[in-house]
């Protein structure tokens, strides 16, 4: 006797889906590609693997700025330190170049005595103040044209509230050998300032020296320079010079 056929949908549905080992089952060889394939083909889904938000990006441009605006703030700060530190030692080579011409024409002075004008005793040729010197000297800055053997050499201020240093020379003999409107043959400008002190023979030292009183030079002569280069004012250490020459 044959068994009813039921029409109910749930059994119409079982019976529509795939048999296994039919035409629903999958094949072992598909299967396996599509399991090499679904790490490629599937979004990835670690948090790293998202990229930078617009905060984050923000953020990162930020810090980067403030360490490059740091960067640049020291590299200006060392090129000015390293622009300041030329400038001074330009500044103190100017002046070493200078006070060893002075070195030179004072450690070659001489106790010259000559008379003035109207004669009289002749008096040795020497004036030292504070901010001029006036000697006789074997070895003047600049040689003369004519082999002379002394030369009245002056080293003073320019004047008139103008910064330089002027050095004056005249060949000897001369009734005045330091004379004030001789034309200067040379004149630094970037002197500022300048010192001169003599040293006693007791050991002591003062600001001015006349050879005429004195009757002799002093034992040696200190000199002090400033200069103004690049708007920075530099003054060097004391130089100290022997005088040989003392007494006629």
Same mark, same amino acid.
């Not at 399991?35 to 938000?53: D, I, N, Q, V």
């Not at 040689?143 to 002379?148: D, G, K, R, V």
């Given at each position: 006797?044959?068994?009813?056929?039921?029409?109910?949908?749930?059994?119409?549905?079982?019976?529509?889906?795939?048999?296994?080992?039919?035409?629903?089952?999958?094949?072992?060889?598909?299967?396996?590609?599509?399991?090499?394939?679904?790490?490629?083909?599937?979004?990835?889904?670690?948090?790293?693997?998202?990229?930078?938000?617009?905060?984050?990006? %923000?953020? #990162?441009?930020?810090?980067?700025? /403030?360490?490059?605006?740091?960067?640049? &703030?020291?590299? $200006?700060? =060392? @090129? *000015?330190?390293?622009?300041?530190?030329?400038?001074?030692?330009?500044?103190?080579?100017?002046?070493?170049?200078?006070?060893?011409?002075?070195?030179?024409?004072?450690?070659?002075?001489?106790?010259?005595?000559?008379?003035?004008?109207?004669?009289?005793?002749?008096?040795?040729?020497?004036?030292?103040?504070?901010?001029?010197?006036?000697?006789?000297?074997?070895?003047?800055?600049?040689? %003369?044209? #004519?082999?002379?053997?002394?030369? /009245?050499?002056?080293?003073?201020?320019? &004047?008139?509230? $103008?910064? =330089? @240093? *002027?050095?004056?020379?005249?060949?000897?003999?001369?009734?005045?050998?330091?004379?004030?409107?001789?034309?200067?043959?040379?004149?630094?400008?970037?002197?500022?300032?300048?010192?001169?002190?003599?040293?006693?023979?007791?050991?002591?030292?003062?600001?001015?020296?006349?050879?005429?009183?004195?009757?002799?030079?002093?034992?040696?002569?200190?000199?002090?320079?400033?200069?103004?280069?690049?708007?920075?004012?530099?003054?060097?250490?004391?130089?100290?010079?022997?005088?040989?020459?003392?007494?006629?």
């Amino acid at each position: 006797m044959r068994r009813a056929v039921s029409n109910h949908p749930a059994r119409a549905r079982a019976r529509a889906l795939p048999r296994p080992g039919r035409k629903g089952r999958v094949p072992a060889k598909v299967a396996r590609l599509r399991s090499r394939l679904r790490p490629w083909a599937e979004p990835p889904s670690e948090p790293w693997r998202r990229g930078f938000t617009l905060l984050e990006l %923000l953020i #990162a441009l930020a810090i980067a700025g /403030a360490l490059l605006a740091i960067l640049l &703030g020291g590299l $200006r700060v =060392g @090129l *000015a330190a390293w622009r300041r530190g030329d400038e001074r030692a330009e500044a103190h080579q100017h002046l070493r170049s200078l006070s060893e011409i002075l070195a030179h024409s004072v450690a070659a002075a001489f106790p010259y005595r000559q008379s003035g004008p109207e004669g009289g005793e002749p008096q040795v040729q020497f004036k030292g103040e504070a901010g001029r010197l006036s000697i006789v000297t074997f070895a003047p800055p600049f040689p %003369l044209a #004519a082999p002379i053997p002394f030369t /009245a050499v002056d080293f003073a201020r320019v &004047g008139e509230g $103008r910064p =330089g @240093l *002027a050095i004056r020379q005249k060949a000897l003999p001369n009734f005045k050998p330091f004379d004030d409107e001789a034309e200067p043959v040379f004149v630094d400008p970037a002197v500022t300032a300048v010192e001169f002190r003599y040293l006693q023979p007791d050991g002591g030292w003062t600001d001015s020296w006349d050879g005429a009183a004195e009757k002799s030079l002093p034992k040696a002569v200190e000199i002090r320079l400033t200069a103004t280069l690049g708007g920075r004012a530099e003054t060097l250490p004391p130089l100290t010079i022997s005088v040989p020459a003392r007494a006629p």
